[in-house]
């Protein structure tokens, strides 16, 4: 009797098949975690860089208005219904003044958000002179899509924490407690920018600060 060539041809390509997603499978394996570290390496440059524009803006508004941008929309004459995202909230508002200038800072279509849902019920620009048409209160975010975290120096130490608005949960947050060379917090006598990195957690190590 004849061998079945039909079931043999059929094996062969099932063994085939397996052999290909067997090597697939380990492919992807290498890959993809060489990828991911590519696209964190991308994302943290652009944190850099937003961090490092946001200060350039920060010391030109500092120029403008001998002080830098409270750590609360409420030192702006606004009631936070909330209480959420206020340090970036003033920040954001700030820097979109056209006061005395035009804006202090270039902001991004895609950074824009108001994580939070919340908004003002007077107009912005008779709160900052903000070019914002919207009563959103907008955030500046990170390349992970989360408010950087903001503290006029004067908020600089171990009894201030504000709640934010992260990966969709509220997490409270404080000044980094690193000490400058005077002995104070880190940034005393300007300010502290904080992305909370990829990790959607305040307080780790892939943290990324301002100097």
Known sequence: MRPNRTSQIKAFTLIELLVVITILAILMGIILPALSSVVFKSQEKVCQVDISQIEI??????????????????????????????????????????LKTDTYYEFRDDQLENTDFDTSPVPLKTLTGSVFSTQDLLEITDPWGN????????????????????????QTAKPYAGKSKTGNFAGYGKYQIISIGKDMKVSTDDDIRSN
């Open 57 to 98: 803006a920060l010391k030109s508004y500092d120029s403008d208005f001998r002080d830098f941008p409270p750590s609360t929309v409420k030192a702006l004459g606004l009631k936070d219904e909330n209480n959420i995202n206020s340090g970036n909230e003033s920040l954001t508002l700030c820097l979109s003044s056209n």
């Open 147 to 170: 408010p950087y975290i903001y503290f006029h120096y004067r908020d600089l130490n171990a009894k201030t924490a504000q709640v934010y608005q992260i990966n969709g949960q509220q």
